[in-house]
């Protein structure tokens, strides 16, 4: 199993802001299928990025995805106050996918 | 548009079962995936498995083999849920996550289902 080690935990930041969120995997992550979610209190995760720079649709360009191999890193640029949330990456190159444990963006 | 519609909470005593259903619309329900995905209170996310709608073949994770079903109705283009022997560490948010055209890629969520096993 692949082991998604996120950080930091915590991320206290102003609106504004730029967030830069690291993601590290215990092995290489196969053709680098990662993704990242972002949750809000009391719903569901949404999906951001795939393929780890990949946007998903409707997802403002604020939001991007870079690294590959073992190192990931999801980046806002300049955190609107709907972005304080939690974070999660996920790999899902192979069987068993595996998430890491989150990083909230609080303000 | 996608959507997958889950049931209602439940609040259920340890020892019973508990039937989760998760009702998809908007796109052929036999084309893709259904992944189940559980979160504890105040927890990450941990993923429990899958099951193809095509073949109806369930494929557990660790941890969730044994008391944990996947099951199908394609007829109503829902997928299920179901655990049994409750015990009080069952209680979480299940969510069902429509995989793209790479599986494991979740790309629609359910709104997530409470399960609280409690006496």
């Known amino acids: 199993e692949i082991l998604l080690t996120q950080s930091p935990g915590t991320l206290s930041l102003s609106p504004g802001e730029r967030a830069t969120l690291s993601c590290r995997a215990s092995?290489?992550?196969?053709?680098?299928?990662l993704a990242w979610y972002q949750q809000k209190p009391g719903q569901a995760p949404r999906l951001l990025i795939s393929?780890?720079?990949s946007r998903a649709t409707g997802i403002p360009d604020r939001f991007s995805g870079s690294g590959s191999g073992t190192d990931f890193t999801l980046t806002i640029d300049s955190l609107e106050p709907e972005d304080f949330a939690v974070y999660y990456c996920?790999?899902?190159?192979?069987?068993?996918?595996?998430f890491g444990q989150g990083t909230s963006v609080e303000v | 548009q996608v959507q997958l519609a889950q049931s209602r909470s439940e609040l259920e005593k340890p020892g019973a079962s508990v039937k989760v259903s998760c009702k998809a619309s908007?796109?052929?329900?036999?084309?893709?995936?259904i992944n189940w995905v559980r979160q504890a209170p105040g927890q990450g996310l941990e993923f429990m498995g899958w099951?193809?709608?095509?073949?109806?073949?369930?494929t557990y994770a660790q941890g969730f083999r044994g008391r944990f079903v996947f099951s199908l109705d394609t007829s109503v283009s829902t997928a299920y849920l179901q655990i049994s022997s409750l015990k009080a560490e069952d209680t979480a948010v299940y969510y069902c996550?429509?995989?793209?055209?790479?599986?494991?890629?979740?790309?629609?969520w359910g709104q997530g289902t409470l399960v609280t096993v409690s006496s």
């Open positions: 996550a429509r995989g793209a055209s790479t599986a494991g890629l979740l790309e629609y």
């Open positions: 908007g796109y052929t329900f036999t084309s893709h995936v």
């Open positions: 099951i193809n709608p095509m073949t109806g073949d369930p």
């Open positions: 092995q290489a992550v196969i053709a680098n299928l």
């Open positions: 393929r780890a720079s």
């Open positions: 996920q790999q899902y190159g192979t069987s068993f996918w595996t």
